[in-house]
């Protein structure tokens, strides 16, 4: 995703007459002198602050040029400092960027103002209203905070990929996700849950009312393995048997039965027609004879392709929800893609590449600063300094 954004821009000297006192609100102020500012900038090192004096409650103030405030960097180097990290850079290589250019900050200063910027943006978010959601893509993933894995949950407006709301779960369990989706959903309206198989989600969607759309692509990403699995398995029993020159080994078609079948339930899937299910209903009775094994015993193969079947079975109302006109209309693509496109930007794939994070609220900010980043894509050009304001 392509983001176009502006850095702040830093003069050297006040603009124009602050309006009010900040202390009082008083509309009465009086000049009181000039002062140096030392500034850490990659233009500037040092710049004219004007101080004034309340007439009402005779306190003082200084009045800064745009681009500077009572810190000691600019606004310029903030944001060059952020956008750097979110570019890929560490905390360390960040400095030394900026130490090339003549602003050079330490490590820990670079770590405070991606962490400022993180809160900033999680406020930003909080105060832009959302108007109504009727498609919500929810998916989790995992994070290592200090050593402890932990889980983290996002949902996204289905369409365009917004973020709506992160959190790190107890566990991946429905009642959790529920309670934490609850409000949200009542609040934007939702009709339509978007997720991957898991039974969490069958759960949530039917408690909370929901309509509910199984990701396809993670369906048939799971039909491919595991039919391939099947089939290999099949393969090598064949093979076996073979090797044996067995009379009833070459008479006997379960195998070759097995592997056309698996190929059939790939192109069942895979073109999620009408009278998909009525196949789909005939391939598991097929296999209805298929016992369970004992207790020790590995699953035939038999018995596993009536499990998958049936499983698919129970999903495939969810499977063709986006096939219905008028959530098609809506743009309901029948994929939660959008989140899982989500996830990456908002710091999995940088993640990979990281020890972990230090805490929990460091996590947090992270991932919101990506997040609302993420959300400017395609918006024209994006004003980085109001992270810093």
């Given at each position: ?23 009082c ?15 850490i900038?990659?233009?500037?090192s ?8 309340c ?8 009045h ?56 900033k ?8 209203p ?14 290592k ?30 009642e ?35 309509k509910?759309?199984i990701?396809?692509?993670h369906?048939r ?7 391939r ?8 029993m ?6 044996r020159?067995?009379k009833?080994a070459?008479?006997d ?15 069942i ?10 196949e789909l209903?005939?391939l598991?009775?097929?296999y209805?004879?298929?016992?369970p ?14 499990l ?13 929800l ?24 908002c ?43």
């Amino acid at each position: 995703m392509r983001i176009r954004f502006t850095i702040p821009e830093v003069k050297n000297q006040p603009e124009a007459r602050p309006q009010n006192c900040p202390h009082c609100g008083s509309q009465g102020l009086y000049l009181h002198g000039y002062v140096p500012k030392h500034l850490i900038d990659h233009k500037l090192s040092t710049v004219q602050a004007i101080r004034y004096q309340c007439k009402a409650c005779q306190k003082t103030f200084r009045h800064y040029p745009p681009g500077v405030d009572h810190a000691q960097q600019s606004a310029a180097t903030k944001v060059m400092g952020i956008l750097l990290w979110v570019l890929g850079l560490s905390y360390d290589n960040v400095s030394n960027f900026l130490r090339a250019l003549g602003c050079g900050i330490a490590k820990a200063t670079a770590w405070g103002d991606v962490q400022e910027a993180g809160e900033k943006a999680k406020k930003l978010r909080k105060r832009r209203p959302l108007g109504r959601v009727r498609l919500m893509g929810i998916d989790t993933t995992g994070y290592k905070v200090r050593g402890e894995q932990i889980v983290a949950g996002m949902v996204t407006d289905g369409l365009s990929g917004e973020v709506l709301e992160l959190e790190i779960l107890g566990a991946e369990e429905a009642e959790e996700i529920k309670a934490w989706i609850k409000d949200l959903v009542e609040e934007l309206g939702v009709e339509v849950l978007i997720s991957d198989d898991d039974d969490t989600y069958k759960i949530v969607a039917a408690d909370l009312h929901l309509k509910h759309q199984i990701c396809i692509a993670h369906v048939r990403k799971w039909v491919a393995k595991r039919t391939r699995e099947l089939i290999e398995g099949a393969q090598l029993m064949l093979a076996k048997k073979a090797a044996r020159a067995s009379k009833r080994a070459r008479a006997d078609p379960q195998e070759q039965e097995l592997i056309a079948d698996c190929l059939k339930l790939r192109e069942i899937i895979k073109e999620l027609k009408g009278e998909g299910q009525e196949e789909l209903e005939r391939l598991h009775f097929r296999y209805l004879w298929a016992r369970p094994p004992k207790k020790g015993q590995q699953a035939s193969l038999w018995y596993r392709m009536r499990l998958m079947t049936l499983r698919l079975l129970e999903s495939w109302q969810r499977l063709v929800l986006y096939q219905r006109e008028e959530l098609a209309k809506l743009g309901l693509s029948g994929t939660n893609n959008v989140t899982e496109r989500a996830i990456g930007r908002c710091g999995k794939i940088r993640y990979k590449t990281m020890r972990g994070y230090k805490s929990r609220e460091s996590w947090r900010r992270t991932i919101w600063l990506l997040a609302w980043l993420g959300m400017q894509g395609g918006k024209g050009w994006y004003n980085a300094g109001e992270l810093v304001a």
